[in-house]
C-alpha cells in the first residue's frame, strides 16, 4: 500500500479544517448574532463577538410568535413521523429483503422509481386525499403521508439482506413470531443503518416547510417552528430585529443538532458498514 508523503498529509489536513471552518460558519454567526444588541447588530463594519450575552431576543421572539407552541408541533410532526417511518421501512424491508414471492423485484423497482418524483408532483394529490379524509388544517394532515417511505425501505432492506438467513431460522425454530423477528432479532443486527434513518428523517420533517405550510392553511396555531420562523421574517424590519430572527433560528435548529450529536456515531457505523459492503 503506497503511502502519501508527510506533506500531502499537511495539505489534506489543512483542507479539511478550511472545510470545516467554512461549514461551521453560518451557524457560529447566527449563535453570535442572536445576542448582539440591535446596536451592534447594524455596525459597520460588523462586530463579530457581541459586547455581552444579550438574552432579550430570546424573550421576545415568544412575544411575537407562539415558539414553545411552534416548537413542540415541530418535536409532534418530527417524531411521530419518524416512528412510522422506522416501523414501516423495517417491516418492508425485511419482506423485500427476506421473503420470496411472485413480482418482489418489480414491486421493489417500482418503489424505487418512486424516490425520483419531484415532491411537487405528488403535492396536489397528496392534498386532496387528506382533504377528502377531513384531515386538513390538522397536524394529523401533515404526519399522515409521510408515515412510509421509499428511501427507508430501500435502505433497511440493503442491510437487511445481510442479516444471516440461519440467525432468522433458528428464531422461528424458538416459536418468535415474525413481528418479533423483525423487532428482536433483525432490529438490533442493524442498528447503525436505524440510527442513520432516524437522523435523516428526524431532521427531513422538523426541516420541510412546503408541506405543512399547505395542509396547515388557516390554523396558525398548529404552525411548526419553521413556518413561525416566516412570520419572524416579515416582523424584521432591517437590522434593528436581526437578533431576534437569529434567535428564532437558532431555538429552531438546536434540537435535530442535538440529535445528530448524539447518533452521530451510528451514522459513522452505518457509512462505513455500507463501504465496506460496497
Do not use: C
Amino acid at each position: 500500500m503506497t503511502r502519501l508523503p508527510r506533506p500531502t498529509h499537511g495539505l489534506i489536513l489543512l483542507l479539511i479544517i478550511a472545510l470545516a471552518v467554512a461549514s461551521a460558519f453560518p451557524l457560529v454567526w447566527m449563535v453570535l448574532s442572536s445576542f448582539k444588541t440591535p446596536e451592534e447588530s447594524m455596525q459597520t463594519p460588523p462586530v463579530w463577538i457581541p459586547g455581552s450575552l444579550n438574552l432579550s431576543a430570546y424573550g421576545a421572539v415568544s412575544e411575537v410568535i407562539q415558539a414553545g407552541r411552534s416548537l413542540w408541533n415541530s418535536a409532534v410532526i418530527a417524531t411521530v413521523t419518524t416512528t412510522g417511518i422506522l416501523v414501516t421501512s423495517l417491516m418492508a424491508g425485511f419482506a423485500f429483503a427476506k421473503y420470496r414471492f411472485r413480482g418482489r423485484n418489480a414491486l421493489f423497482a417500482v418503489m424505487i422509481a418512486t424516490m425520483f418524483l419531484p415532491p411537487i408532483v405528488t403535492l396536489i394529490p397528496l392534498y386532496r386525499m387528506v382533504s377528502a379524509m377531513g384531515f386538513s388544517a390538522s397536524l394529523v394532515g401533515v404526519i399522515l403521508p409521510n408515515l412510509a417511505n421509499a428511501f427507508g425501505i430501500f435502505l433497511m432492506r440493503q442491510f437487511i439482506a445481510g442479516v444471516p438467513d440461519d440467525l432468522i431460522d433458528a428464531a422461528r425454530v424458538d416459536g418468535a413470531s415474525e413481528l418479533r423477528v423483525v423487532f428482536s432479532v433483525v432490529a438490533p443486527a442493524i442498528v447503525p443503518a436505524i440510527a442513520a434513518l432516524a437522523l435523516f428523517a428526524f431532521v427531513y420533517h422538523w426541516n420541510t416547510y412546503l408541506w405543512p405550510l399547505t395542509v396547515l392553511q388557516g390554523a396558525s396555531e398548529d404552525y411548526p417552528i419553521v413556518l413561525s420562523l416566516g412570520r419572524l421574517l416579515s416582523y424584521n424590519r432591517g437590522a434593528m430585529n436581526t437578533p431576534l430572527v437569529m434567535a428564532g433560528a437558532t431555538m429552531a435548529v438546536l434540537p435535530p443538532l442535538v440529535l445528530f450529536v448524539f447518533l452521530q456515531r451510528f451514522f459513522v457505523d452505518s457509512m462505513v458498514s455500507a463501504a465496506v459492503k460496497g
